[in-house]
Each structure stands twice: as C-alpha cells, then as structure tokens.
C-alpha cells in the first residue's frame, strides 16, 4: 500500500501577508501636520546643507543645458558619490558615507553611481529623494518630467561656479577617488564655501543681512519665524542641551512667549506652544502602546485579561478624581503652561506617567486659548478623532469617580480597536490579490500576538535637524556648556532685545 504526506491543499495559496506599520494607532497626523507647516524647507531627514546647494547649482545647470531626466539622474548619482569621497574622514561625514567606504573596500569603485547591489544608494535617485520636497519649498528646483531645472530662486553665480567643476566631470564619467583632491571645498565641514552665504539668505530670507517681507513667500516668512523662535529661546536658555529642549522650556511653558520682546512679537510662537503640548499627548500614545505590544512578545501572547492584569499593577490604588488632584498644577500663578508633564514623572510609573499625561492633555485643551489652542486641537479641530484630546476628555468624565485601574484597562480596549481600524483602513491588495495588513499585533481567537515590538519614541519636531542646518551655516555653535547663537544670527535675525 503506498502512503502519502499531506501537506495542504496545494490549490489555494495565502492571501493574506502581514507587515509592519509604522503608525499604529493613528495619532500623529495632528502634530506632523503643524510641523511640516512651520518648519517649511527642512524634513526629518534633510540635514546637510551642501545638498541644497548641489541640487541648485545641478537644477541651473540642467536648465541651461536641457539636460533630459536620464541626464540628471547619472550627473545627481554621480555628484552624490563625489561628495560622500570628498568628506572622508571629515568631521561631518556625506550621506551614503558608510555604503561607499564598504564599496571601496570591497574595490568596486566603477559601480559606486550605478544602480545596483554595490551602489552607495538603493534609490534610483539617491539622496534627492530627501531633499526633493524641501527645495521644492525652498524654491530651490522644480521638477519637469523628472528632470531638474532651475526653481524661483535663481541660483546665485558664486553657487554655480562652485559645483561647475563636478558637475562637468561628473556629465562625462562617474568619479574616482584620484579625481576628489581639487574638489576639497565641496566637504560637508568646508566652512569658507561660496555657497555658505546664499544658504544663510535663502534659509533667513534676507538678503545683505536684511528680510523684506514683501521679496518672500509665506513658507519664506514662517522658516524665518521658527528659526527666529528656535534661536532667541536658545538664548535665554544657553544651558540647554538642544533647540528642542529650550523650545520647551521657552515657549511650551512659563510665560517668555508673552514677556520677551522677541518671542513676544511672534505670532508662530503660540502655534508651537499648542504643537508642543499636544506631542506630549501623542508621546505618551505611543509609548503605552510600544509597552502593551512589548507584554505580548515578553509572554509569547497574552489575552485581553493579561493586558488588564498588567497596566492594573502599574496605576496607583485611587480613583481618577483623587489622582488627578494630587498632580502637578497644568498652569501656574500667571495662567501660563506648567511643565506637570514632566513634574508627574517622579514617583510614578512609566505607564502612570504617560496616563497623566493623556489626562493632562484632555484638560489643556479647554485651558488654551486662540491659536495654541487651535494647533494644540490639530488643522481640522471640528474633526474629532479617536484617542485625541476630546476622547480622552471624555474618557475622564466617565471614569472620574471610579479606580485608574478602570481607566487604564478603558484605554487598553481603545488602544487594541484603533490598532484594529488603522490596520484595516491600511489593508491594501496587491496585482496578485494578496491582501497586506499592516500590524505587529495580531489576534486569534481572543490571544494576541506580536510579529515584534513597537518603537516608543515621539514623532520629529524637525528642529534639531535645523540647529545642525544652521550650525553648518555659521548661525549657531555648540559649546561645552550648551548652545551659542552667533553674532551673525543676531544680526540677520534681529535677535537683540
């Protein structure tokens, strides 16, 4: 008799694969949203201030010469691994610095700039991708049917003579490592480039160390404003570790957005105060989260009762009422922001901590007033959405008088159906009919289950991206006590009080 192994209906193949999202519960649109509006021309990603000038000078070229999209995608690759072999060693190290140093080691210097398994980028158009939407903003290059050509903002003489020298080597052969020696001031720590001085004005909008509103855009004039904001708190907090940290101490609490000549005179820095507050709700969001997936990988799965027995251990044996009421005071004497988010971090746990927070931020929204109250609520406040503010507001007017531990399991149950909503709204079919769902977090039959764990760490705010932008650009320093703004800042900035 002979046997056979059944190993499943060979006629039907899977349908569904599971990925990993990226924002799985949803709550950062309100905050993303305010910082692409006030930080116009920077990304999270966008860092090195010679891109810019590359991408300008290469866009004018390309105009000039009508350089077709295949033309400008050879010349961008191979003017990116240029700049990545010019900056070895330097103090401040190119993108793809790591990929290249690799391929060089490995001796495939011919297949550097080509797409491929050796090439110093897997994108087709390298690191154009990152800085394409920026210059865009910056007026920097447009984009006509994918080649570059010039943008609003004509690129300045002493720009386009500065990368002329690549530019023509890189149109008629990739570059070598023997080639870089007299292309030294493309580095990304060259600081006596030409091109500093026209970054300065177009990152300013000023021209001569002067702003005219009237010779710039409203994206112009709001990068301006942040920055104005970004540099005046450092000066009044020199001992800051960073621009985030001093934005906060300036402008998300106490009262200098109100008192200080400069910060006062600012109207985006109300916006900021209501974008920063409201990252503190979507922070604590996302580390709660990253802390229940994390009890499912521990355990291997876990059950709806196991995720309540583990946040119930973690809040303190009180009603919401009576914990609320031995919290931090949200504004203090003057009706100002009061940093209790932070305050409410000793002596409790980390969940605590971040249920706090969310309280916290279900409060601010009625203790905020005009345009910090409207970013603090998100572009669209008639829009109520789920686990903002009005959810978690309302959360606390039915749980008020009963335990937190029935808080925190209400908020267990939130959590687990919005994941659900965000995966399924994000359920796409590919040519094929898969179906991709997009969740770490899995359910079968009431166990859950984690594909891995979650990152905890809050959305960018993009402002440390552009203190190392400015640094690059002479307007602010790091010293061994914290940041320094530059007489030149001061001067172009009108920083002086």
Not at 184 to 198: F, I, V
Not at 213 to 222: F, I, L, S, V
Not at 291 to 297: F, K, N
Not at 336 to 347: L, S, Y
Request: proline share 5%; net charge neutral.
């Amino acid at each position: 008799m002979m046997s056979a192994e059944v190993v499943g209906p060979v006629w039907c193949e899977p349908g569904l694969d599971l990925k990993a999202g990226r924002y799985p519960l949803s709550v950062e649109s309100s905050v993303m949203g305010m910082v692409d509006t006030l930080v116009p021309g920077v990304s999270t990603l966008t860092t090195l201030a010679r891109y810019y000038s590359l991408y300008w000078a290469l866009a004018d070229v390309a105009g000039r010469r009508e350089w077709d999209a295949s033309t400008c995608q050879t010349v961008l690759r191979r003017s990116e691994v240029a700049l990545a072999l010019v900056s070895r060693g330097k103090t401040i190290p190119a993108h793809g610095a790591d990929r290249v140093e690799a391929t060089l080691v490995r001796g495939q210097i011919d297949e550097l700039a080509e797409i491929g398994r050796a090439s110093y980028s897997p994108r087709p158009w390298g690191f154009w991708s990152q800085y394409n939407g920026p210059s865009a903003v910056l007026g920097t290059v447009t984009v006509d049917s994918g080649a570059l050509r010039p943008g609003t903002r004509e690129c300045p003489p002493a720009v386009r003579e500065m990368f002329r020298p690549l530019l023509e080597l890189a149109h008629d052969r990739p570059v070598h490592p023997d080639d870089v020696a007299h292309l030294s001031g493309l580095a990304m720590d060259a600081n006596e480039a030409a091109d500093l001085e026209p970054l300065r004005d177009l990152i300013t909008a000023s021209h001569d160390g002067r702003h005219d509103p009237q010779e710039w855009t409203g994206n112009d004039r709001t990068r301006r404003s942040t920055l104005r904001i970004l540099a005046r708190s450092a000066m009044l907090q020199p001992g800051a570790s960073s621009w985030s940290e001093a934005l906060h101490d300036c402008v998300a609490y106490d009262n200098r957005i109100r008192t200080d000549p400069v910060l006062s005179a600012e109207d985006r820095a109300q916006a900021w105060r209501g974008t920063l507050l409201r990252r503190l709700s979507v922070g604590a969001w996302r580390r709660l989260w990253a802390a229940l997936v994390e009890q499912v990988t521990t355990h291997g799965s876990a059950t709806k009762d196991d995720l309540y027995q583990w946040i119930s251990a973690e809040v303190p044996a009180m009603t919401v009422r009576a914990f609320l009421a031995g919290c931090p005071s949200l504004v203090d004497a003057e009706g100002e922001p009061n940093p209790a988010e932070r305050q409410v971090r000793d002596g409790h746990t980390a969940v605590t901590a971040d249920l706090a927070a969310l309280l916290f931020g279900g409060q601010r929204k009625n203790q905020l007033t005009g345009r910090s109250q409207a970013t603090f609520l998100g572009r669209y406040p008639e829009r109520k959405q789920f686990l903002d503010p009005h959810w978690v507001a309302y959360r606390h007017r039915e749980h008020e008088g009963q335990p937190m531990a029935e808080l925190a399991r209400a908020f267990v149950d939130d959590m687990l159906a919005q994941s659900q909503r965000v995966a399924l709204r994000k359920l796409r079919l590919d040519a094929q009919g898969r179906m991709k769902l997009f969740t770490k977090l899995h359910e079968r039959n009431g166990q859950y289950y984690a594909a891995g764990t979650e990152g905890a760490g809050n959305v960018g705010l993009r402002v440390d991206q552009f203190e190392f932008i400015t640094r690059q650009l002479g307007l602010a320093e790091r010293s061994d006590t914290g940041l320094v703004i530059t007489p030149l800042a001061v001067q172009i900035l009108e920083l002086a009080a």
